[in-house]
């Protein structure tokens, strides 16, 4: 079975500082990882998706995450935090079905 | 292009009562899935439906089911609702059964029991 866990369901920044939010997999196979990111009231926006291609994958809004297999990571950071990036952060990998499964969550402050 | 769309944005229902959620996915998708956010509990699997057929579900009871038109479009329909039943249900689509082709979201129904 996949299983996803964030490190941290909370994280806050000052606007300008470095963004780095943890994410950690468990999978029998290859696994394929997602990064995305849920503001209020709506549903959840792609940030990413790591596949194998490459080990460094930018994203949108100057994300990018780096898979480390040795650790078993899949990290999201962004080097300057703007006051728009406050929102919930869900990490998840996809089955051989492509089920995705989520980690809990983690909900970035960004402080002026 | 249009993104995946949900109705109703809001439904309000009482216990035992029964609800149906629609999906209609992005032009060119075939395959839909429904997740359950209920505060507390994260984002859950429900079903997947591909080419009409359910392809896969979660672990959840048999009352919480769908379908899927041929139009590529869904619904879920939920049965003999609970309290626990209040929550986001999502549907999100994706093109194809390639595990690299990510699913793209709806901004979901929030459904709520009273």
């Known amino acids: 079975a996949q299983s996803v866990t964030q490190l941290g369901s909370h994280v806050s920044v000052s606007e300008g500082a470095l963004v780095l939010l943890r994410c950690n997999y468990s999978?029998?196979?290859?696994?394929?990882l997602f990064w995305y990111v849920q503001y209020p009231n709506q549903g959840l926006q792609l940030l990413l998706k790591?596949?194998?291609?490459?080990?460094l994958v930018k994203g949108i809004n100057g994300f990018e995450a780096e898979f480390k297999k040795s650790e078993t990571s899949f990290h999201l950071t962004k080097p300057s935090a703007h006051m728009s990036d406050a929102a919930e952060y869900f990490c998840?990998?996809?089955?051989?079905?492509?089920?995705?499964?989520f980690g809990q969550g983690t909900i970035l402050t960004v402080h002026p | 292009e249009a993104g995946v769309t949900q109705s109703p944005t809001h439904l309000i229902k009482t216990r035992g009562q029964q609800a149906t959620l629609r999906c209609s996915p992005i032009?060119?998708?075939?395959?839909v899935y429904w997740y359950q956010q209920a505060l507390g509990l994260g984002l859950q699997f429900l079903l997947w439906y591909d080419e009409g057929e359910e392809r896969n579900r979660g672990n959840f009871p048999p009352r919480f089911s769908g379908r899927q038109f041929p139009n590529y479009s869904s619904e879920l329909n939920v049965n003999a609702l609970e309290l626990e039943d209040s929550a986001l249900y999502l549907c999100?689509?994706?093109?194809?059964?390639?595990?690299?082709?990510?699913?793209?979201f709806g901004d979901g129904t929030r459904l709520s029991i009273l």
């Open positions: 032009s060119g998708h075939t395959s």
């Open positions: 999978s029998s196979v290859p696994p394929y």
């Open positions: 999100a689509s994706r093109m194809d059964r390639g595990l690299n082709q990510p699913q793209h």
């Open positions: 998840a990998v996809s089955d051989h079905a492509g089920k995705l499964t």
């Open positions: 790591y596949t194998s291609a490459a080990t």
